[in-house]
């Protein structure tokens, strides 16, 4: 962050920005002044958010890959860096969740999930930290989510991954703290998203629910705030967090899960 409490200028990368939560952080970043790099794997997602920015200020940098790759983290802070001469804000969103049984667990989904979810977060959080550390100052936001303590059984990889995050964040949060840098996290509620539509209807055929409607209203009444998460609501909190919040928070867990998470 900039040292005053404007936000025009600062240096943002935000993954899994070619959609869902991503995309609208991004967006409301950019209304905000700040330079956005977009981040993800999906190249015309990437083109369709930037173009969703045009109305702003802000400039925009895509950078496409894949951040399970090798060097994927390294690459991507290098890029803005190289643009930019810096980075204030990383916001790790990119996200990937599977559902399957417990007792049929596959080594492909495991792979994957915690390739994306946890390798690359902390491969991220540390080329991120590294440059911030360098700066004297910086904000890291992680996605958690309300999955990382809850029992989920056709679930499970997508659980394990978000605690790791949580751990992740705590531990980045400690090491960056004396440095100048905060590290939060957000865990959102249910948001209709891409990955929240393919993996409910997935969990409805598992549970042998033919009525997915009737089976989507009953996860949202156990909401105990009564309805699911606006993106724009949840993206808000990591605004918050990203751009308003006192330096004085770090290591810091917000839900923004309706009264899912209550700790
Ligand atoms: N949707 C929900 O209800 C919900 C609830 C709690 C937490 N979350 C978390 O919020 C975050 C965003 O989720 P979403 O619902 O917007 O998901 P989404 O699937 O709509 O978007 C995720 C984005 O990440 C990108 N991505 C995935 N793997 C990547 C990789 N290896 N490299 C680069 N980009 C990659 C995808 O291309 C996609 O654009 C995730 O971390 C998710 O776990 C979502």
Redesign the pocket.
């Given at each position: 962050m900039p040292k005053d409490s404007g936000t025009h200028g600062a240096r943002a990368l935000v993954?899994?920005a070619?959609?869902?939560?991503?995309r609208q952080i991004a967006i409301d970043l950019a209304m905000r002044g700040v330079d956005v790099a977009v981040?993800?794997?999906?190249e015309k997602?990437v083109d369709e958010t930037i173009a969703l920015c045009a109305s702003s200020k802000a400039r925009l940098l895509p950078v496409i890959?894949?951040?399970?790759a090798d060097d994927?983290p390294e690459n991507a802070v290098r890029k803005v860096v190289g643009a930019w001469g810096g980075l204030d804000i990383l916001v790790n969103?990119?996200?990937?969740?599977g559902i399957e049984r417990f007792l049929e667990m596959t080594a492909g989904l495991w792979d994957r999930t915690l390739a994306?979810?946890v390798k690359?977060l902390a491969l991220m959080t540390a080329a991120a930290g590294r440059v911030m550390a360098e700066q004297k100052s910086g904000r890291i936001v992680n996605?958690t989510?309300?999955?990382s303590r809850m029992a989920l059984p056709n679930y499970t990889a997508y659980a394990a991954s978000?605690a790791a995050v949580d751990s992740i964040t705590r531990s980045a949060a400690i090491t960056l703290a004396p440095l100048g840098v905060t590290v939060n996290s957000v865990?959102?509620?249910?948001?209709d998203?891409?990955?929240?539509r393919s993996t409910e209807a997935v969990l409805a055929r598992l549970e042998g629910r033919n009525d997915v409607d009737a089976f989507l209203d009953e996860r949202t009444r156990r909401v105990p705030i009564g309805r699911r998460a606006e993106i724009t609501e949840v993206s808000a909190t990591v605004i918050w967090l990203a751009l308003d919040a006192p330096a004085y928070i770090t290591a810091e867990r917000l839900n923004a899960s309706g009264g899912l998470d209550r700790d």
């Open positions: 993954t899994g070619g959609g869902g939560l991503g981040a993800d794997l999906n997602g890959g894949d951040l399970t994927g969103n990119a996200g990937y969740g994306v979810n690359a996605i989510s309300p999955a978000k865990a959102p509620g249910m948001m998203t891409e990955m929240q």
